[in-house]
T-cell receptor
Framework: NAGVTQTPKFQVLKTGQSMTLQCAQD?????MYWYRQDPGMGLRLIYY???????DKGEVPNGYNVSRLNKREFSLRLESAAPSQTSVYFC???????????FGPGTRLTVT | TQLLEQSPQFLSIQEGENLTVYCNSS?????LQWYRQEPGEGPVLLVT?????EVKKLKRLTFQFGDARKDSSLHITAAQPGDTGLYLC????????FGKGTMLLVSP
């Protein structure tokens, strides 16, 4: 039982490059989330998926897209990376929306 | 937009000391969650408080939810180096809104 897994753990991109962050959970949770964490800013919600087949914008969605591939997997895509997207990205899941969340280990992304 | 303010932002204490951290908002929460995050890892849920005035204990940690459900506190008794980490509160509305956290450093 791995919980929430994220790949990759680290990534360096050049401005303008694209990439997809992968997230999977094995707890049969309905809801999944993507956050970014920046020094002094706390955790901010980028996008979430209340259930399979639905996605919604969070607090800071600009520059990102998401796909809820199936119940287990929720990916985050940066189409054209910018230095302002340098951050640590966390995926989380919960049984239902706003229930207790379980977090992955994070992806540390640097955009140069 | 609901805002959560946590205080203090940073706390450095010696092993054995007691401490309290606070989480405040002008909005009423349906419930509130506390998480701890260690360096290089994701946050881990400690507790959820639901009812105004509720007190929950987790070993040396005591969590209290304000009567009006707008604030919460976390009290640690006899802190240990293993308590070091970032403590985050999160208010529950449609989704979670996190505070910026309190960074606790407990030195031996």
């Amino acid at each position: 039982n791995a919980g929430v897994t994220q790949t990759p753990k680290f990534q360096v991109l050049k401005t303008g490059q694209s990439m997809t962050l992968q997230c999977a959970q094995d707890m049969n949770h309905n809801s999944m989330y993507w956050y970014r964490q920046d020094p002094g800013m706390g955790l901010r919600l980028i996008y979430y998926s209340a259930s399979e087949g639905t996605t919604d914008k969070g607090e800071v969605p600009n520059g990102y897209n998401v796909s809820r591939l199936n119940k287990r997997e929720f990916s985050l895509r940066l189409e054209s990376a910018a230095p302002s997207q340098t951050s640590v990205y966390f995926c989380a899941s919960s049984r239902e929306l706003s229930y207790e969340q379980y977090f992955g280990p994070g992806t540390r992304l640097t955009v140069t | 937009t609901q805002l959560l303010e946590q205080s203090p932002q940073f706390l450095s204490i010696q092993e054995g000391e007691n401490l309290t951290v606070y989480c405040n908002s002008s909005s009423v929460f349906s419930s509130l969650q506390w998480y701890r995050q260690e360096p290089g890892e994701g946050p881990v849920l400690l507790v959820t408080v639901v009812t105004g005035g509720e007190v929950k204990k987790l070993k040396r940690l005591t969590f209290q939810f304000g009567d009006a459900r707008k604030d919460s506190s976390l009290h640690i008794t006899a802190a240990q180096p293993g308590d070091t980490g970032l403590y985050l509160c999160a208010g529950v509305w449609s989704t979670l809104t996190f505070g910026k956290g309190t960074m606790l450093l407990v030195s031996p």
